[in-house]
C-alpha cells in the first residue's frame, strides 16, 4: 500500500470574484523513499495542494471541497485540528521557498531547531540540543555546535536552506514536502541544496513531494512527475517517460520553453497567453486557447478531460487536441 | 572608441572590527576591473552570489564612488563631471532589478511610475496631458503590456507583466545603457523566456547597449554577445559566449557551468 493516497482532492476558494478551483480533484500516491514531483506555473495550484494535505490552508476563503488523503489509516484531510498537529511537522515535514522569511529573525537557530522535538516527544532541553547539533553536522554546516547558538541573520541565504532542511527533518517525517526549495537560490548553491535533499533523503528514507516551476531540477531530482495546469494533473509519468516522450502539449511547451535548452540568436520558444483565470468556469480543455494548434488537428475536448493511462504508469489528460499537436523546432 | 569603458575600477570595503572598532579588515569586492562595451553589446556578466557583481553595477550606475579606476561612458570619464552634470547624463543609463514585486511603488499607478521616468526627458509634457498619456500608452505597448491597464496598480499585474512595467519604466527616459541585475532570476521559467525575448527585441529596436547580471549561466548564454565570469571581484574569463560556454577556461566557469540542472 502506498504511503500516501491522495484522491480527488479539491481545494476552492470562495472570494467575491467568484469561486477559485485552485485545486479541481487531482489524484496521486507516493510510495515509501520515493520523490514525486508537481510542476506547474505559479498559479496552477500545487502549492495549495501540498498545503491542503497539512490543512494549512487559511480557511475562509479556502475550503477543501472533497477527496480523501490516506496517510496510514489517517484521513488527512478529515482530521481534527490537535490530531493534524500530530502529523505536521512530526510525520510530514515542510521546507518552503524563501529561508529568509520561513525562520524566525528574533530566534536562535538552536531555539528553533530544536522545537519540534519538544514539542513531538518526549525529550530533555539537553537531548534536544545534541540532536539538533548532529542534525546541523548532517546538513554540512560548520562548526555547528557554535554555529547553532547564531541568529537566522548570520547565516547566508544557502546556509539557512540547510538549517530549514536540518529542522523539518529532526523529526524523521515519513514525508518531506519541499516548496520550491532552490527558487531563491543561486545556481551553484541550488545545486548543492538538491544535492543535500537527495543525499539526507538516502541517508533517512524519507519519501519527498517536491514543487517546483522548474522542468530541469525536476529531472534531476523526481522519480514520478505530476504536471499541474489549472488545478488538475495534465500528465504523470516517471521521469525518464515524461522526458524522452511527453505526450501533452503543456507538457512539450513548457520542456520547449527551457532557455537553456534553446540555442543562441534565434527567439525563445515562449507558450503564447497566460494560464486561466480559475475564478471564471472553466469547459473543456483548458490549455485549449493557448494550444499552438496547427492545420487537420482534432478538436479540443469541449467537456473538461479526464486523466487516463495510456502506457502502464503514463497518464495524460484525454484531449485529442492536446495529443495530437505537433510542436516543431 | 568603446561605448562605456572601465578603467582598473576597484571598490574597497573596510569594516571595523574588535574593541571600538580598533582593527579593520577590509573586503576587496571589486578588485582592478577594466573592461570595454561596444555599442549595442549585450555583455553578460555572471558570478556566485558575493563575488562583486552588483557592486560593480553600482559602480557603473554611479551609486557608489569606486576606491580608484574609473567609470568612462563615451569617451567622457564620469568622476570628473560635476554633480548636477551627473544628474543628467543619468537619464542615459537606467537600471532593471531582480524582483519587480520590491521594485515598482506599490501605491503608483502604471501611469504615474511611467509618466514620472518619461518625464525625466521630454519636460516639455508636463503640461501636456494628453500627449503624455499617448506617451505612456506608447511605451506600454512596446513591452507588450495592453494599454487599457494604464491606471491599474502594481499588485494587479502577474510578476511577468511587473517586470515588463519595470522594462518600461527603465525605457520612459530614452536610456543608450541598460543594467539588468538578474532580471528574471524571480520568474517562472515560461515567463523568462518572454522577458529574455523582449529585452533582446529591445536591444535590436532601440541600439541599446546593455550588461546582463545573472548567476544563471544558461539565460546568459541566450541573450548576451559576450560573457565576462566574475569571482572574488575579479573578471577571471572573458569572451564570445559561445566559446565561454563551450569551451570554458576558468575554474568558476567550469562551476557555475556544472552546476546548471540538466534535464537527462
Redesign the interface.
Known sequence: MALLEVNDLRTYFHTREGVVKAVDGVSFKVEAGETVGIVG???SGKSVTCYSLLQLIPQPPGRIEGGTAKFGDLDLLSLGESEIRKVRGKRIGLIFQDPMTSLNPYLKISTQLMEPLLIHGKISKKEALERAIAELDAVGIPEPEKRIHSYPHEF??GMRQRVMIAMALITRPEILIADEPTTAL??????QV?DLIKSRQEELGTAVIFIT?????V??VCDQVNVMYAGRFVERADVKTL?SSPRHAYTRA??R??????S?GG?????PG?PPNLAQGIEGCAFAPRCPEHEGMPEHSAVRPALTELEPGHWVQDCPACLAVKLTA | MSYLELQNLTKHFTKREGWIGSGTTTVKAVDDVSLRIEKGEILGLVGESGCGKSTLSRLVMQLLTPTSGSVVLEGERLADLPPNEIRKRRRDFQMIFQDPYASLNPRMTVFSTLSEAILTRKTELKSDRKGLEAAVSGLMERVGLDSRYIRKYPHEFSGGQRQRIAIARALGPEPKLILADEPVSALDVSIQSQILNLLRELRDELELTMIFISHDLSVVRYIADRIAVMDEGKIVEIGESDAVFDSPQSETTKLLLSAIPQIR
Open positions: 506555473e505559479s498559479g547566508s541565504g543561486d545556481v551553484t548553491i541550488q545545486r538538491l516551476h522548474d522542468l530541469a531540477v529531472s534531476e522526458f513548457l520542456q520553453s527551457i532557455p537553456a535548452l534553446q543562441r527567439k525563445l520558444y515562449t507558450i497566460l
